[in-house]
């Protein structure tokens, strides 16, 4: 399911006093199996353009190819892509509905018209995925705590077995703990299953460690798009953003303006130590 946006531009509530223009220009391409990271402040843009990718928003100007569908051709079915281009919205546990874990969990699959048992066992799958016992299937969602509301969420996207998974802050407001399982559980399914991941998040961190490609996006205009060792060089320029940087890279980019030899680029605490002992190692320190 290639994504491509030509030229890309949305307005809200254009003509009215309250017009807002939410995305300028955007040309971008996603392909299969990518694990594709979007960063850029509250407002910028993220969120609007996710819902580009499974014809939710359609554009304003330019246009939205999913898997050689337009999605601003006339008659044409979203349905479809909705169901393959699988999207959790920031905040989802406020969109659980039903009664029962199981049933909210059991929507999506129910209405691509699969079979009882097959729906049972997507629902199962989904829920040892996101690191859920299978007993909490009977509970009411609202009985859960948040981070098991936030899974379940995504447990009900995931069942649909969608094709491209886009994630849109998954972590917002949960503990570190909550934060860790979700975002090792997304890693290892983009690992194990090859399916194509786009994670939005305001973390510096959670995107250089795992993501493949990254992209920034400021106030409506894509400014950035390559691998986070290439992107998270623009510190400076981040910064006039309002974004950051990994700590590990900031580290980094202390010590260069000190003086110190070292890369500009760290992904990872890990890297940046090395890259720090062999730093002192050229300065003559014995520890
Ligand atoms: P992000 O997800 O990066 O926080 P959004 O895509 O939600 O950004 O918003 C981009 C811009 O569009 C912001 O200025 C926001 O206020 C505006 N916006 C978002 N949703 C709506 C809406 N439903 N109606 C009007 N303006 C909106
Ligand atoms: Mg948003």
Not at 202 to 219: G, K, Y
Request: hydrophobic share 40%; net charge neutral.
């Amino acid at each position: 399911m290639p994504i491509r946006l030509n030229n890309v531009s949305f307005t809200y509530s254009q003509g009215t006093p309250f017009e807002r223009h939410a995305l300028r220009n955007v040309d971008l391409s996603i392909a299969d199996g990518e694990f594709v990271g979007i960063i850029g402040q509250t407002g910028s843009g993220k969120s609007t353009l996710v819902q580009m990718f499974n014809g939710l928003i359609k554009p304003t100007s330019g246009s939205v190819i999913v898997n050689d569908i337009l999605t601003t051709a006339k008659g044409v079915k979203l349905k479809p892509l909705r169901e393959q281009v699988g999207l959790v919205f920031q905040f989802a546990e406020y969109q659980l509905f039903a009664e029962t874990v199981a049933a909210d969990i059991a929507f999506g699959p129910q209405n691509q018209g699969l079979s009882p048992e097959e729906v049972c066992r997507r629902v199962d799958q989904a829920l040892v995925t996101v690191g859920l016992p299978v007993e909490i299937k009977d509970r009411s969602p609202f009985e859960l705590s948040g981070g098991q509301m936030r899974r379940v969420a995504v447990a009900g996207v995931l069942a649909m077995n969608p094709k491209v998974f886009i994630l849109d802050e998954p972590t917002a407001g949960l503990d570190p703990q909550g934060r860790d399982d979700i975002l090792s559980q997304i890693a290892k399914l983009h690992k194990e299953r090859g399916i194509t991941v786009i994670l939005v998040s305001h973390s510096m961190e959670d995107v250089a460690r795992l993501v493949d490609r990254v992209i920034v996006i400021h106030e409506g205009e894509l400014k950035y798009d390559g691998r986070p060792a290439d992107v998270f060089r623009h510190g400076a320029e981040l910064k006039s953003m309002g974004l950051g940087v990994p700590q590990a890279t900031e580290v980094l980019q202390q010590l260069r303006s000190r003086g110190w030899n070292v890369p500009e680029v760290a992904l990872t605490v890990e890297e940046a130590k090395t890259a720090i002992l062999l730093a002192l190692r050229d300065r003559g320190y014995k520890g």
